[in-house]
């Protein structure tokens, strides 16, 4: 079955500065899209809207040709999980209670015997279910923004909003969040993510859409988007693109 | 069920028996000597013996009381430590205290003006001043939801308003003993604040009691996901679609309710507020699902020890259980202090 979401002409206004000015794109179920762009391009804003927290002031974004701001924010949060940048951990949770509050938007009182099984599919899923009863605080980077995906997964959502989930990790954990990430486009999910690395987002991504100052600059495949020309304007640095290898190398 | 919830389980259960047993016992200690079965016997089959006396009218009521008003004080600081994401936060952070001793004095000025006749002590009405210092309790938790709604109402904005306020009604306070109020009056404010169940009626404790039982623990239970949802912040709550705004608004008013409620009729005991949840986090760890249960259940434990050693240490001289606790809960707090992340909150 083919899920599509689709972004059309969305506006929005912090007081008198556009941040978001016209976007549209469209992803589709087993599509993995990467927003990029300078910082203040409206990555951030961008995400939020698809997320059904900020309402655009013009435009819309439909799942499956429904609006989502015309749902309940109970509605829109079963269908769209979301993993935000920086998750500070407190109050000695557990991965299990944490990965629990995904199930929210499904919960009326007390969580089910049902509820409890998806959390568990979910932390295999991040092959976290070892670590089930540690507190959040005690994990390491990587295994931290696993169980933040887990929760995002633990609402059986259609989509999958991640806020630079490589930002903050070593090396090794970037790599292994961008193949769980492909792990998730695989079965079946529609998966938009924005990044700051280049070639992070050249490696890991079906489709680019490049923002700069809240426009759309150019959106599609990454070999058309990622063109030197047009990286070079919009981040203001002469780069070197390296197709055979997919990478992206500033020159400074 | 799987991983730790049976321990969990098993942890609460402990706790709620262990408060159970706790009752007869602590009924059984005090300057009264009986027998157990005596006590036992008074208790199911009240007579008009003087043993029948003073375990309704002076033991069974305190301690009910500790264990509704610690349930309460317990709950509500579990639920206001999560949603201001502070492990320092309690119901007292917003100047309840201060808020409803301001309330004490007026009461005490009205009702001085209305019988100059007689001697002040006799004038006290503890009705009257119960209500005053409540009153003045909800006048200041909507001030500080007010101020902070005009900022936004985020967890800062909540505590800010709540301190510029709390100086106000220290400063208005402070007028009055300095212009108006004389030495009994200062010392009746004084003694006010010492918290003591001793002082509740029972008509009083019924009140809290149905309070607490139909809205106040209903709604902290309710609300456990969502507390452990807005640990993880303000944005992550919004995208699972609840308002952290409303979840902090209710919660700030529901835990003031009962404190306030609380307070105004037993004076104030702030610190089972702090301690209670910190030591039940150290028990069955951050979740709420547990937490908000083994934190309502300690707070009833703690009041109860603390109010039954009050009372029989230097007996027949009744310690208020406000000192007590505060006694009995700094060590606890210092353990925790000085263990760091035990107390659950990383800056």
Redesign the interface.
Known sequence: MVIEIEVRGVKVYYKSVRALDGVSLSVRNGEVLSIIGPNGAGKSTLLRVI???LKPHVGTVLIDKTSLHDL???????K???V?QR????????V???V??????H?S???TKED?EKV?EALKVVRLSDL??R?L?ELSGGELQRAVIARALA?EPEVVLLDEPTSNLDLKYQLEVLSLVRSLSNRGLIVIMALHDLTQAYRASDKILLLNSGKVVAVGDPDEVLRPDLISKVYGVPVIIIKEHKIIVPLF | ????APRKRAILTALILLTFFLVPLSIWLGYYKASMADILRVLFMPDNSPLSTVVWDLRLRRILAAIVIGAVLGGAGAAI??VM?NPLASPFTFGLSFAASLGVAVALLILQGGALQRYQIYVYNPFMVSMCAFAFSLVQVLVVLLLAYKAGLSAGSLVLSAIATSFAYQAVLYLLQYFYLNEVLVSTVVFWTFGDLGRISWEELRLVATASALLVIPYFI?R???Y??I???D??A??????PERLRVETTVLAALGTALATSFVGVIGFVCLLAPHAA?LLV?????YLMPTSMVMGSLILLLSDTLGRTIISPIVIPVGIMTSLLGVPLLVYLLIRG?GH???D
């Not at chain 1, 998750?87 to 949770?93: C, F, N, Q, S, V």
């Not at chain 2, 069920?1 to 730790?4: D, I, L, N, V």
């Not at chain 2, 760890?285 to 699902?289: K, L």
Request: hydrophobic letters at 30%.
């Open positions: 997320n059904g927290v309940r924010p109970r509605d829109v949060a079963r769209v999980g979301y935000p998750l500070r951990a407190t109050g000695m949770l557990t299990y209670d944490f629990m509050t995904g199930r929210r938007p919960v009182f007390a969580p409890e568990y089930a009863d507190a605080e609402g | 069920m799987r991983g730790s430590q999560a994401r309710y456990s996901l969502d452990d949802l640990l993880g912040g944005e992550l919004k995208s699972s679609g609840v308002s986090r760890g951050g979740g709420h699902r992340g659950g909150y990383r």
